[in-house]
């Protein structure tokens, strides 16, 4: 069983947020809902291979404040699909946060997608569900293509293939946002002839620096491509002609 500190979690939990502009969005229950999804990661981690960050402190900046930086992005009630969710992320920040979302979390890994819905259950977070699969495969079955709001991905793919594998997702209206680091617009321009062809709008890069208590500052960005046009049916293509 982990032991972590309840009163310095939630200290450094609401530093984090507050350093970064966000600390309006944690209430008390919130930050218990984060202390208790920590404690289930560190506790799992070894079974599920969830996190390489294991210190507290750090999770709650690398993980939780930098996935938080998509709040602002979301409108209410918004229908998401979060591609290659990992351990939860977004997709599990995004549900503590808003209740109001309606968060589909992907993974190709049965093993984490298992740990992702029973962590949600766990949590009583019933605004997520959860759906083993390749997102190129959901981006040809007619249950999923073209139905979401915004497609969410972050440390899945180099945005060339990530625009192939998300972009078929979004409905025509709706938005991609890959989180992304200090390469975003290098990323963005080798994906400059691709995004067009999938119904893409030529796609913008917004800085989202994460400031750590410490007083250093790491350069994040989110690429936001916004769907102008359906994706033609030729995409998405297998993983191997994509790549
Ligand atoms: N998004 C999480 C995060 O930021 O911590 C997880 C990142 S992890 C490095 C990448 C995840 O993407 C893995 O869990 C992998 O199984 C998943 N993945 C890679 N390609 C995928 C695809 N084509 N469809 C669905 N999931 C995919």
Redesign the pocket.
């Known amino acids: 069983m982990e032991n972590i500190d309840r009163k310095a979690f939630s200290s450094a939990l609401a530093r984090a947020f507050s350093q970064n502009g966000m600390g309006g969005l944690l209430t008390m229950e919130k930050s218990e809902k984060f202390y208790r999804l920590t404690l289930r990661m560190l506790e799992e981690n070894e079974k599920y291979n969830l996190?390489a960050i294991k210190e507290p402190e750090k999770i709650v900046l690398d993980?939780y404040a930098d996935c938080a930086s998509l709040v602002a992005h979301l409108p209410k009630k918004a229908k998401i699909l979060?591609?290659?969710?990992?351990?939860?992320?977004?997709s599990l920040v995004l549900a503590v946060l808003r209740d109001d979302l309606d968060i589909l979390a992907?993974?190709?890994?049965a093993k984490?997608v298992e740990y992702v819905k029973e962590t949600a259950e766990l949590l009583g977070l019933d605004n997520v569900r959860t759906l083993v699969?390749?997102?190129?495969d959901l981006g040809r079955d007619a249950e999923h293509r073209e139905k979401y709001d915004f497609v969410t991905?972050?440390?899945?793919?180099e945005l060339p293939i990530l625009a192939e594998?998300c972009l078929p997702l979004v409905r025509v209206g709706g938005a991609f946002l890959a989180?992304k680091g200090k390469n975003a617009a290098f990323e963005l321009a080798a994906a400059k002839r691709a995004i067009p062809m999938l119904g893409g709008k030529p796609g913008k890069v917004i800085p989202t620096p994460l400031k750590s208590p410490s007083g250093g500052e790491e350069a994040h960005a989110l690429i936001v491509i916004e769907k102008g046009a359906k994706t033609p049916a030729a995409y998405p293509r297998a993983?191997a002609q994509i790549s």
């Open positions: 996190t993980h979060d591609v290659g969710c990992g351990a939860g992320f977004p992907v993974d190709s890994t984490r699969a390749r997102a190129e991905a972050r440390a899945v793919a594998l989180m993983y």
